[in-house]
């Protein structure tokens, strides 16, 4: 899973550059107003250059500069958070969002968790560490957003149509999942959990969850 | 003299005035200020609602509203603050000021201006009689399909919404059609197009995007209303997607016709504030025209998210937005530079709008990536980023403007201590709002939510987010406190109670009703400071032959009023 990595990395550098240009500006009109003050006390008027062709002309070229910098990067980025061949995925999970929780169909096993996301009853889509897996996301009623804060990730779940992503997930770990687009009443409770379990305990989970496969889901 | 104040209304509006006269006037500055008034009023509004939200926000797990209620609430407060409420106020002040700045005795097609301003009117009552409803519409003020259409959203809120988005948005077209038409064709003789105000530049690139953009949110409604006859529609995943990129096609140039204006409100009282003419007046005239342009491509951006969009172009040309927009700063702050600066109510909320609003452009920018998109898009990261650019920026810059424009268009000065303090509570409540909602955006707290729980770790954050709106709350009442007793001193207004450069500091304040009269003559037109190229004629002559000061009398405006209100610098 690229995203994490690839956000940090370009949320620090794009925060580092809007806080420098953020400074300069502040600066520059500290020392404006001092100058200001200055002028007024020695009586001086005030200056009357309405232009600076070669301040103008290098400062747009800064810009421009400036402008291409930050659409490599954010090219880059996006090249390596959709790489041109994706790791093969080694299973496939359709994740299906409803008015108000969400619904995780394993592709290929009797398993399917759900839940109503409400009075703490969420669900909780099990994936196993280190193994690429392909989401098959989509949505039934009206338009949601897959998002899981940790991840830095999101994508919407359109009805009638099937977004595809795929996920690695490094470690073991347990995190919140969220709703991310407008989609009505219970918008704000429509939760979910995203656990990641090593290989051996995602297998036995997946063999014990399959024996109970007939009564879950709704 | 002629620059003694002139305190009533030119002869023949006294006996004109009245509720039904004003309603049917075909003088553009009554027509901009019954726009204003009504998007004051809708203002206040709409921003009792956002504290109403933020009540609710203060603490977790609260419930001083339903679930239902608080859709209702933002969906109206979003809504109604951008269609009702900024929208308006940067196309009333262009129809209040346009043809003032350009020298025409009235705006083009006055009855098309009212009528606009009826439009605007009915679709404001429209879409408070849908917040009045049962249910209300609750779908956000983007109304996605197909949580919009009849079955997700049945009732007649939402069907009320539609409309009255429709006509508000009808109305703000037929007002930019008639602005935009007063600039290109009926400027005074001399007055060429590089020759208007950056102010009526500002307005030209707003009135275009409004004409290019807000058909497609025509369009779009067009969309919800089909999808609530036959919600069968939506079950085509194109219809969906083909109403997000209609909306959104207005939805970004929207944000900049929501913010040109106010540019355009800090260029000239920063300029005049600094003693000095606009630096980098032409580039700055094209940087507004090249964004104006660009404004249209840009919209994917928001679709980023939705994994059926172009990443990269939109990307490229959200990026790109950088080289117009740092031009346009490099043109306020050249104006600051080297000026003897004043500080008035009106210089100290475009200072303000400088850093405030970089800092919503600036997030912008990064929002525009699409891998930083993804990650904190739809969390309050982004509501911090836009309250910044529309509150911390452009209603700063509104602010500039009224309290600048204000003695032109009444003929009294407001209230400078009531103003500063008014200042003062707009920049802490702003900041103390605006800013803890980044962290809560990057710790994950999606938009949208009508509460959260205790352990989410977003109450602390939100506590003092809604200490801020409190602050904003308390600073608009130090404005309405500001106009009351303003409106009781009666302290009156010159011609150019400011040291003013363009055209409308020649009249008289307020202006006679064809705005140009045998008192208050068009001198020739030279520049775009005609009223500061005037004085610093007079004040030529003055030193070369003292015996010949005849002529036309004007006086330096510069020492004579700024004793108004007291010069700090």
Avoid at chain 1, 118 to 125: E, S
Avoid at chain 2, 309 to 323: A, K, M, R, W
Avoid at chain 2, 542 to 568: F, K, N
């Amino acid at each position: 899973m690229p995203f994490r990595h690839v956000y940090s990395g370009i949320f620090l550098l794009e925060s580092v550059i809007a806080g420098v240009v953020f400074g300069l500006v502040l600066a520059a009109m500290a020392a404006v107003m001092l100058v200001s003050w200055r002028k007024r006390r020695r009586g001086a008027p005030a200056a009357r250059r309405e232009h600076l062709r070669l301040l103008e002309a290098a400062f747009g070229l800064a810009l421009a500069v400036m402008a291409a910098f930050l659409v490599v990067v954010s090219f880059s980025a996006n090249g390596q958070d959709f790489p041109r061949q994706d790791p093969k995925p080694t299973m496939r999970v359709q994740v299906t969002a409803f008015q108000w929780c969400w619904r995780f169909r394993y592709v290929g096993q009797p398993v399917t968790v759900t839940g109503s996301c409400a009075d703490g009853d969420y669900p909780v889509l099990v994936l196993p560490a280190g193994r690429p897996v392909e989401i098959d996301l989509t949505s039934v009623d009206v338009v949601h957003a897959f998002w899981v804060p940790y991840l830095d990730y999101k994508m919407d779940a359109f009805p009638g149509h099937v977004d595809r992503f795929i996920v690695t997930l490094p470690r073991d770990g347990r995190w919140i999942g969220r709703c991310a687009q407008l989609c009505g009443l219970y918008h704000y409770e429509m939760d979910f959990y995203l656990q990641v379990v090593p290989q051996a305990q995602f297998g036995r989970w997946l063999h014990a969850r399959a024996g109970t496969a007939a009564v879950s889901g709704r | 003299m002629t620059a003694e104040p002139v305190v009533t209304a030119a002869p023949g509006q006294e006996e004109t005035d009245g509720l039904v006269v004003w309603l049917q006037t075909t003088d553009h500055k009554r027509i901009g200020i019954l726009t204003l008034g009504a998007a004051f009023v809708l203002f206040l509004f709409d921003g009792m609602l956002g504290l109403t939200m933020r009540a609710q926000l203060a603490r977790p797990g609260q419930h001083i509203l339903s679930a239902q209620q608080y859709n209702q609430v933002f969906t109206i407060h979003g809504t109604g603050m951008i269609g009702l409420a900024i929208t308006p106020f940067a196309l009333g002040l262009g129809v209040y000021l346009i043809p003032l700045q350009v020298g025409a005795p009235r705006i083009a097609a006055p009855r098309v201006t009212l009528l606009g301003y009826w439009c605007y009117v009915l679709g404001a009552v429209t879409l408070v009689w849908a917040f009045l409803t049962p249910g209300g519409a609750a779908a956000g003020w983007w109304g996605y399909t197909p949580l919009s259409s009849s079955i997700y959203s049945p009732g007649p809120g939402m069907s009320l919404w539609v409309a009255g988005v429709f006509l508000a948005a009808s109305g703000m077209i037929l007002q930019g059609a008639t602005v935009l038409w007063t600039i290109l064709r009926m400027r005074a003789p001399g007055v060429t197009m590089l020759r208007i105000p950056v102010f009526a530049w500002t307005m030209v690139v707003t009135c275009l995007m409004t004409l290019a953009s807000f058909p497609s949110l025509l369009t779009a409604m067009g969309v919800i209303t089909a999808a609530r006859i036959d919600p069968g529609l939506l079950a085509s995943n194109a219809w969906n997607l083909a109403y997000e990129n209609l909306f959104w096609f207005y939805g970004h140039p929207v944000v900049y016709v929501m913010f040109f204006p106010f540019v355009g409100c800090v260029a000239e009282v920063l300029a005049v504030f600094s003693g000095r003419r606009f630096f980098n007046y032409t580039g700055t005239a094209f940087s507004l025209l090249a964004f104006a342009a660009l404004s249209m491509a840009v919209w994917g951006h928001h679709l980023f998210i939705s994994g059926q969009q172009v990443n990269d172009y939109f990307s490229l040309t959200s990026i790109l937005l950088t080289i117009p927009a740092g031009m346009e700063y490099f043109g306020l702050l050249g104006t600051i530079a080297g000026g003897r600066l004043r500080y008035p109510t009106a210089m100290l909320f475009a200072l303000a709008f400088i850093p405030q609003f970089l800092i919503g452009g600036l997030t912008g920018i990064m929002l525009g990536t699409p891998s930083v998109d993804y990650a904190v898009n739809n969390s309050y990261f982004v509501v911090a980023h836009f309250h910044y650019t529309l509150f911390a920026g452009s209603v700063f810059g509104f602010f500039a403007g009224v309290y600048f424009w204000w003695p032109k268009a009444t003929g009294f000065l407001l209230d400078e201590r009531a103003g500063r303090l008014h200042f003062v509570l707009m920049v802490i409540g702003a900041n103390v709002t605006y800013l803890p909602m980044f962290g809560l955006g990057i710790k994950g707290m999606p938009r949208w939510v009508v509460t959260y729980p205790a352990g989410a770790g977003f109450s602390a954050l939100s506590l003092i987010s809604s200490i801020g709106a409190g602050v904003i709350g308390l600073a608009m009442m130090a404005f309405l406190y500001n106009i009351y007793i303003s409106a009781r001193q009666k302290k009156p207004a010159t011609a150019d109670p400011w040291g003013g450069h363009s055209l409308e500091w020649l009249t008289s304040s307020p202006p006679p009703r064809f705005n140009y009269d045998a008192q208050f003559p068009i001198p020739r037109i030279r520049s775009f400071t005609p009223a500061l190229d005037l004085r610093e004629r007079q004040r030529e002559r003055q030193r070369v032959t003292p015996s010949q000061r005849a002529g036309r009398p004007v006086t330096d405006t510069v020492t004579t009023d700024t004793r108004a209100y007291r010069d700090e610098g």
